[in-house]
């Protein structure tokens, strides 16, 4: 079934003559519509809609009768368009050509084919939100040129989408062509200026992306902006000195068997926090309820076991402590209330939200591994890779600190995922010897990207009396 075919088939019920015939458009002349095997719909004479091929037979239609400046949606698809890759990917054959040229828009691949005197493959990508997936489907076919111009629209979406690309290939083969004066190849083709348009792509640079820097005035901006990566220090003196603190762009993992005291260690590290600095704090408990997080944060301020039911304590002094916790400012402490975590997407976008539009400079998740609970092994693992990797990302690209807990297995390792601690700039162990019920917590760095003070790092003791976590010193008796 050719295009036309599949065009009759979805085309509806016309009134009047109906004809496809290969013709000429956008300023780009029939041959290169011929080529393309691009077809154009009259009905009684008239233009209505041309038909793009893609593989499997896919197409996309180009209604001519709206206007897209408009506001008008003017495409539509035909057949398995999602799986169909690149726009004419099959006019050419691998490493035929001089390079190969991506550009964002059908009619942008022909009017580059044409501009460039058919020496160089040219092809599209359905959309600037759909280039990485297009390029993937067709990557053999793209890295088999010696060449790869990258020619997507000058605007938001083009820019955000080249990014995207250039990872995707090796980088002595991937060139930028940068359009300046005009958004797209066709518009350069539209203006007459086919040679400002051939001089862009022979002017193109390997690609470098913005975040790369050399200069020594951006060397300088980085070592000022390094200056303000600490963001607080840790609630116990011989951790925070090996440590040098917790810093944006930093993941930190706190791993231990079940009932150690992890969330403990949470619960006096974010109430330190909230007292010696001025950052919006993150609270991420999945395995409480929030209750039970207002009443932790609000027994280290008094002092008093306020998660116990014995505890002596009101809702109101419980609401008093809190505040008093926060001095008074609501929009200090945000704590997480949804415990719907399935959606890796909505939860980490919770997390942008809790960062971007909140303000926090710290998250504390307690505890990573629960995002994949119930899960077969395997899915598990896949899951908390992933996850995993874009939360170090999530970090380092809006510059707050994440704090994480996570149980480990029979060998000490995280369960579920080794990528956890991998990723992770620093790994502290919490060891205690449940089965003699001490209340005492040995800490070890097991891992520290800056420094690399790994090794036993103090103790910590619970206070049963005051129901809060504090640095063990050992007591040294008079002679």
């Known amino acids: 079934m ?19 015939r290969i013709r000429g458009n956008w300023s780009i002349p029939e041959r290169v519509f011929d080529f393309y095997g691009v077809e154009t719909k009259f009905v009684n004479e008239l233009p209505v809609s041309e ?22 949606n003017v495409f539509r698809s035909v057949g398995p368009i999602a799986d169909a890759g690149l726009f004419g990917r099959s ?10 040229i991506i550009t964002e828009g059908e009619k942008d691949a022909m009017s580059a084919y044409e501009m460039m005197h058919h020496r160089f493959a040219s092809v599209s990508v359905q959309s600037a939100s759909s280039a990485k997936r297009d390029c993937t489907k067709d990557y053999d076919f793209l890295n088999s040129f010696d060449k790869i111009y990258i020619c997507l ?52 640079k390997r690609f470098a992306p913005d975040n790369i820097i050399s200069a020594f005035s951006d060397i300088s901006k980085a070592l000022d902006a390094s200056k303000e990566d600490k963001l607080g220090d840790y609630p116990f003196e011989e951790l925070n000195q090996r440590l040098y603190g917790a810093h944006a762009g930093e993941v930190i993992v706190v791993k231990a068997l079940e009932g150690v005291g992890k969330t403990e260690f949470f619960r006096v ?18 395995e409480e ?16 076991p306020a998660v116990l039911p014995d505890c002596g304590l009101s809702k109101e002094d419980i609401l008093s402590g809190y505040k008093r916790a926060v001095r008074d400012d609501e929009g200090r402490l945000h704590i997480h209330s949804s415990f719907d975590v399935e959606d890796e997407e909505a939860f980490l976008g919770n997390i942008r939200f809790l960062v971007s539009a909140a303000g926090c400079r710290f998250i504390f998740l307690d505890h990573i591994t629960w995002l994949a609970t119930g899960l077969a092994d395997e899915d598990e693992r896949k899951k908390l890779d992933r996850i995993s990797q874009k939360l170090k990302l999530l970090a380092k690209e809006l510059r707050f600190c994440l704090v994480e807990i996570s149980h480990v297995n ?29 209340n005492v917590i040995s800490i070890t760095i097991e891992k520290a990207r800056l420094g690399g003070r790994t090794g036993p790092a103090g103790r910590a003791v619970m206070n049963q009396e005051k129901g809060i976590l504090e640095e063990y010193k050992l007591e040294i008796p008079n002679d």
């Open 153 to 204: 629209d000058n605007d938001k979406a083009g820019r955000e989408a080249v990014a995207k690309l250039q990872g995707l290939f090796d980088f002595k083969k991937v060139y930028h062509v940068k359009l300046d004066r005009y958004k797209d190849a066709n518009e350069y083709l539209k203006a007459g200026e086919a040679f400002d348009f051939e001089k862009a792509v022979k002017a193109s």
């Open 410 to 438: 029979d060998d000490g390792k995280t369960r579920g995922s080794r990528n956890i601690s991998k990723v992770a700039n620093t790994v502290i162990d919490l060891s205690r010897d449940v089965t003699t019920g001490s």
């Open 269 to 286: 590290w974010e109430h330190f926090l909230i007292k010696n600095t001025k950052h919006t704090i993150g609270i991420i408990h999945l």
């Open 51 to 72: 038909a793009y091929p893609y593989a499997d037979e896919a197409l996309k239609i180009r209604d001519l009768t709206k206007d897209k400046s408009a506001g008008e």
């Open 289 to 304: 309820d929030n209750a039970t997080t207002i009443k932790a944060i609000a027994g280290y301020e008094l002092e008093v």
């Open 2 to 20: 050719n295009g036309v075919d599949v065009e009759r088939q979805f085309g509806g019920e016309e009134t009047g003559s109906v004809e496809y």
């Open 91 to 100: 006019r050419f054959d691998r490493g035929s050509k001089e390079g190969v």
